[in-house]
């Protein structure tokens, strides 16, 4: 099983970046996908979670309107899109797989699989 983020960065106060989470090694379909970040000496948060196989999509209110998740199944790939990026936004973005039907934003501990983490800075 594998998890792999990409496209973090360095971004300025307003910008976007495009997270992408490839997965491998399990039945997409049977999962939901998640993201969640990670700030310096706080908490890890869930930010959204998608199933594209049923048409499923959480966020979390501190994103909502400014991110979008997105999914290619065909590349058994979810995007994050981040749009009108703040300080606050600074942290290391996960993504995680769970396998069944969530009925809102999965906690943390509900995952089965993680990935490694990409940094996203936003400058001020």
């Known amino acids: 099983v594998q998890l792999v983020e990409s496209g973090g960065g360095l971004v300025q106060a307003g910008g976007s970046l495009r997270l992408s989470c490839a997965a491998s090694g399990f039945p997409f379909d049977d999962f939901a996908i998640g993201w969640f970040r990670q700030a310096p000496g706080k908490e890890r948060e869930g930010i959204s979670c998608i199933k594209s196989s049923e048409g499923t999509i959480y966020y979390a209110d501190s994103v909502k309107g400014r991110f979008t998740i997105s999914s290619d199944n065909a590349k058994n790939t979810v995007f994050l899109e981040m749009n009108g990026l703040e300080p606050e936004d600074t942290a290391v973005y996960y993504c995680?797989?769970?396998?069944?039907?969530?009925?809102?934003?999965?906690?943390?501990?509900?995952?089965?699989?993680w990935g490694q983490g990409t940094q996203v800075t936003v400058s001020s």
């Open positions: 995680a797989a769970i396998h069944g039907h969530p009925q809102h934003l999965p906690a943390e501990d509900e995952y089965d699989f």
